[in-house]
């Protein structure tokens, strides 16, 4: 049988999730990476290649974590850029450039008050100053704008945006590092104020702080390593950036199409043989957009999907076991690849799926990325 | 403390500002694939062409969706208020605030027109109503 996966994850590490003012962006990068390296059985001196982001500054990184990699590069602090990061370094490995890549992620958002929305908004491209007269700011009435036209085109309703907070925050309620445990009810939803209609508080994810790293080497390396590897089995990337400070008329779906289309062919999988999705939720409407783009039902039957349950563990496709970013933490989808890794390790404790091969991440945004990850690597 | 967020008229899109001020949407033209624009850029993202000229189109086109904000971002702007996306006749897509109709009567693909609303003495903003005869 051909050896459909070369590289894989084989170490993760995460900070605690919350507020920690005593800690910048640099700090809990360090601590995340101290993490994964352990958890892979590797050593510091092991790491020849270094992706930060959103940690300011690559070369102060290295300097605080005391690294010389071979191959060094910095992102910036958009959610996007998780699975860029993780595609990027999978090339990287398969190329020979690098053989052990760290991916660092450090957030201070809560400590250091970061605003999405306002006169500082630099959300889209290039800012959204023209349209501050009139208002319009902030990633929340961008995916509000989104969401609207999705109702009035398919019916969908606020309920069905509901019942993807609801769900996550009952899977957080099963994830001791998540920031909110407590489950609500439907109509706790439905109370909750709004902050840009229809979307209510419990649409928003969550502005906390944190840090996150991964480690990937190549599949051969990986079965010495002291973790099960977690195989990239498959990943496709897309963009749609051109036109892109207005929301897209297909919300995602060509990109998110051609993205999961190449990262299914690459596995050599289909739908049916996927167990847990990990759908970057950076606000509820994005899961129901990613369901349809990625293919997992109909174009706007995205509301009566997950009105049918199959989000929830136990459902047919359990997503964002960890509760995501609505209610776990917001990393910026790089804890959803943690708990994607974590799942097909089969290491998630009580929101663990059953029989868990395959999870597939997926993001989507002005750049899509889709990672299928495997437990086998072929 | 009221004083709400302002444009700067200075700058690339100043042809925009002062063709609001005397009652016409202006926005760019390719000057060789004739591609509409807005806001200002240098080049045509269509054809990558540097000549262009700025041109008053029809001050019409539809609502594709809206929001209603109940969260204060601004000083100065009364809560809840409501932004409108709008694609003019001509393609190009605008935010603005939606003028004599309230939220729960926006649909989608509404049809509507430019209402110019001298903000300050330098600053007219472009909002806009239902077409007139065009009510459901």
């Not at chain 1, 049916?272 to 899961?287: G, H, R």
Request: proline share 6%; charged share 20%.
């Amino acid at each position: 049988m051909v050896d459909r996966a070369s590289v894989a994850v084989v170490g993760v590490g995460h900070t605690r999730y919350g507020s920690f003012p005593e800690y910048d962006a640099y700090d809990l990068g360090v601590l995340a990476l101290k993490q994964a390296i352990a958890d892979a059985g590797l050593k510091f001196t092991d790491i020849d290649g270094l992706i930060v982001n959103r940690i300011p500054d690559y070369q102060r990184f290295c300097e605080i974590a005391g690294l010389d990699p071979a191959y060094v590069s910095i992102t910036p602090g958009q959610g996007r850029f998780s699975g860029i990061c993780i595609e990027t370094a999978a090339a990287l490995i398969r190329s020979g450039a690098a053989k052990t890549i760290a991916l660092v992620y450090g957030n201070n958002g809560r400590s250091s008050g970061d605003r999405y929305g306002g006169a500082g908004d630099t959300y889209g491209s290039g800012g959204g100053g023209l349209w501050f007269p009139y208002g319009m700011t902030s990633p929340g009435a961008f995916h509000a704008l989104m969401a609207r036209r999705h109702m009035a085109l398919y019916g969908t309703k606020s309920e069905h945006f509901g019942i993807v907070a609801k769900t996550f925050r009952d899977h957080a309620a099963l994830n001791p590092a998540a920031v909110m445990r407590t489950p609500y009810t439907l109509a706790d939803y439905q109370t909750s104020r709004y902050i840009c209609e229809p979307l209510h508080l419990f649409d928003y994810c969550l502005i906390n702080d944190g840090g996150v790293a991964l480690v990937l080497t190549a599949a051969a390396r990986a079965r010495d390593l002291a973790q099960p590897p977690a195989y990239l089995r498959g990943y496709g990337m897309a963009t749609a950036l051109s036109d892109s400070t207005f929301p897209p008329d297909d919300f995602w779906r060509a990109p998110a199409k051609e993205a999961a289309a190449d990262s299914f062919r690459m596995a050599g999988l289909v739908h049916d043989d996927i167990s847990t999705l990990m759908i970057y939720d950076n606000f509820t409407p994005t899961v129901l957009f990613s369901l349809e783009g990625f293919g997992y039902c109909g174009v706007g039957e995205s509301g009566p999907f997950v009105a049918e349950g199959h989000l929830a563990i136990g459902g047919r496709y359990p997503s964002n076991t960890s509760g995501g970013h609505l209610s776990e933490s917001y990393m910026q989808g790089w804890a959803l690849n943690v708990e994607a890794v974590q799942q097909v390790r089969g290491a998630c404790g009580a929101r663990q799926v059953e029989n868990c091969h395959f999870a597939h991440y997926m993001a989507a945004a002005p750049v899509v990325t889709s990672i299928i990850y495997g437990r086998e690597q072929s | 403390m009221t004083t709400r967020p302002l444009p700067s008229i200075e700058g690339p899109d100043k042809p925009f500002w002062l063709g609001l001020r005397q009652r016409e949407v202006r926005v760019q033209r390719c000057g060789d694939c004739r591609t509409y624009r807005f806001p200002a850029t240098r080049f045509c993202a269509h054809c990558r062409s540097e000549t262009f000229e700025w041109v008053a189109v029809e001050p019409t086109g539809v609502v594709e969706t809206w929001c209603v904000f109940h969260r204060q971002y601004f000083e100065g702007l009364t809560l809840p208020y409501t932004v409108i996306q709008v694609r003019l006749k001509c393609g190009i897509r605008l935010f603005s605030n939606p003028v004599g109709v309230e939220a729960d009567a926006l649909r989608i693909d509404m049809p509507v027109e430019a209402v110019f609303e001298d903000t300050t003495p330098e600053v007219t903003l472009l909002k806009f109503q239902p077409t007139k005869g065009d009510f459901q």
